[in-house]
């Protein structure tokens, strides 16, 4: 009996623990279908109309843009150069080693204000604030890390045996790697391509400071927007955000199989 009733008090209290973290999220999507000027919640009623202001927005549709270009650009550079960095920091004996991890995984230890006044100053002189490249290469810096911590995990327990085959049946070392060594990674750098997605669409703080008028991501506009006024506009780009992640983690799911990487 009293199995039975610790049993039932943790399920409720996970049940309990999921609810709290999902409840902000649908009061967000709730809000969103408010037919008022104002965010509440419950809503006064439902309509659409924020949704059809969002999408028929010429400052929103840019930043989704914007947005868009980015992920394109910071993903692939990001998943690249973590992939490669990462296998030769877990597989490489060579002196300056640790050092060169600590460095690698550096944007993570220290506070992202830090990180983006820096890349302030240093891109003033350059040249590259308010630039699409500027954003680029702020976004691959702070997500680098992720990718190369994710794909680290996986070449830990890579089989050396399974290369040193190939390479005795002949192959070269980029078909070894390319042909053996890459697909062993793939949970590792299909886990850091997804964090490195994560962190250029939420990045604010190092946007903020980096960007400016012409160069204004969702996230930064939603920051902005909340500022100065509360509207159900703000609550309809973040359920289309929400939507729009769902959508990738269900295709990603159903040909990568994410839920066994992560």
Do not use: C, K
């Amino acid at each position: 009996m009293a199995e039975r009733v610790v049993r039932v008090l943790g399920r409720l209290f996970a049940a309990a623990v999921f609810l709290f973290l999902v409840a902000p999220l649908l009061v967000l999507v709730v809000s969103s279908f408010n037919s008022g000027t104002s965010v509440a919640f419950p809503p006064t009623g439902l309509s659409l109309r924020w949704y059809s202001y969002v999408l028929g927005s010429p400052d929103w549709l840019v930043s989704f843009q914007l947005s868009g270009v980015l992920l394109l650009l910071v993903v692939p550079t990001t998943v690249v150069i973590g992939t490669l960095a990462a296998y030769g920091l877990s597989r490489g004996r060579f002196p300056g080693r640790g050092l060169l991890s600590g460095l690698a995984l550096a944007p993570l230890m220290v506070p992202e204000i830090i990180v983006a006044l820096g890349l302030l100053y240093y891109f003033q002189g350059i040249g590259l604030i308010n630039t699409i490249p500027g954003l680029w290469l702020a976004h691959s810096l702070v997500a680098l890390p992720y990718v190369v911590r994710a794909v680290m995990v996986s070449a830990s327990g890579l089989d050396a045996t399974l290369e040193r085959a190939a390479e005795s049946l002949g192959a070269s070392r980029a078909r070894v790697f390319l042909t053996v060594t890459l697909p062993l990674l793939r949970p590792g750098v299909l886990a850091g391509a997804i964090f490195a997605a994560v962190t250029s669409l939420g990045e604010v703080a190092l946007t903020a400071l980096v960007a400016g008028a012409n160069t204004t991501t969702v996230p930064l506009r939603i920051f902005s927007a909340v500022q100065f006024q509360l509207d159900p506009s703000i609550a309809a780009v973040s359920t289309l955000l929400m939507a729009a992640s769902v959508l990738i983690m269900l295709v990603v799911e159903r040909f990568f199989h994410i839920s066994e990487v992560l």
